[in-house]
C-alpha cells in the first residue's frame, strides 16, 4: 500500500490553465498576484506550490520562462515551500512549450501527465454571458474536439530531460485508471524511481468521475501495482475538492487544494484566495488528528533535491 507518513502534505495549486478570468476576481494573473497567493497560500500550511503562469494582460495561459522568472524568485526568497512547476501548460501548447519553463528553472519538482486524454471543458462555455476577454469563450469552447497529448514518447522525454538532466522529481498527474498502468510501464522500465507521487484526479470531463467509490479503486489500484513506493495525494474539480480530498486523507493520502481545481470554498461561495482553502482543508485534517507536513518534511518525504539545487 501507498507509503505511510505520519503527516500529510498540502499542494496548492495556484491558478492553472483551466478557469479563465472572467469565472473569478480571485484568480490571479499577473506575476505579483501569482508570487503574493503562493507566499499566502505558504503561510496557511501548503509545503508544495503548484504553478503555472499567465499572460499578465489577457490572462491567458502561457509557458513563456520570461514570465514565469517575474515569479519563481519571490516565492523562493519569501518561502520555504517547494515549488512545483507546471509541464502541462495551457491547451495547445506543444510538449516543447510546455517544458520551457521548467527546463530554465530546473525545479526541486514538476507535474507529469501519465496519459493523453479527452480534457472537456466546453460545458463552462455556457455559465457565463460577459466576457472579460475575446479569448475566453473560444478557448473554452474548442476543447470538445482536444486531446491533451501526454504519449509515452513525450512522457519519457520528460523523465529523461527533467527527471535524470535536472534532477526533477514528478507529481504524476494521473486522471484515470489507465494512467496508473502506463506509470507502471515506466516504473518497470526503471526511469521512476520510488518514492514517487501519484496524483489521483477526479471530477474532469474526459478523466474518471468523481464517485466516491473511484477512490477506494484508484487507491486498490495502486497498491497493487506499487506497493509500498509511492505517496498518494487526491485532488478533485470544484464542489467535489474537500470532501474528497478530506476522504483520502482518512484513508491515509496526502491532499491538494487550489484555484486551479476549484473555484469555490462552500457552496455557492467563491474562494477569496488560495490561502483561504488551503486553511479549511488545515482545519478539516487537524480536528481529525492528522498533522501537516512542513516543506522540510515534505522533502523528505518525496525525497527532493532541495531549494538551493534550482535554478531560479
Known sequence: MAKKNN??????????????????????????????????????????????????????????????????????????????ITTGGGLGMTVQERLAAALRAEPEMTSLNMGSMNFALHPLANKYKDWKHDWEKPYLEGTDDFIFRNTFRDISYILKHLGEGCGTKFEHECYDIGHLYNLAHFVDAGLVKPPFMVQSIFGILGGIGADMENVMFMKQTADRLFGDDYVWSVLAA???????????????????????????????????????????IRHILEELGLGIATPVEAREILQLKGGDMVKF
Open 238 to 280: 470544484g464542489r467535489f475538492q474537500m470532501p474528497f480530498i478530506t476522504q483520502a486523507a482518512m484513508m491515509g493520502g496526502n491532499v491538494r487544494v487550489g484555484l486551479e481545481d476549484s473555484l469555490y470554498i462552500g457552496k455557492g461561495q467563491l474562494a477569496q484566495s488560495n490561502a483561504q482553502q488551503v486553511a479549511k
Open 7 to 84: 503527516k500529510v502534505i498540502i499542494t496548492c495549486a495556484i491558478t492553472g490553465g483551466i478557469h479563465t478570468p472572467t469565472m473569478s476576481d480571485a484568480l490571479p494573473i499577473t506575476p505579483d498576484e501569482i508570487a503574493t497567493q503562493s507566499i499566502d497560500a505558504a503561510e496557511a500550511g501548503a509545503s508544495i506550490i503548484h504553478l503555472h503562469a499567465r499572460d499578465p494582460k489577457t490572462g491567458a495561459p502561457t509557458g513563456d520562462p520570461d514570465v514565469f522568472m517575474k515569479f519563481l524568485p519571490r516565492i523562493k526568497q519569501s518561502t520555504d515551500a517547494v515549488v512545483n
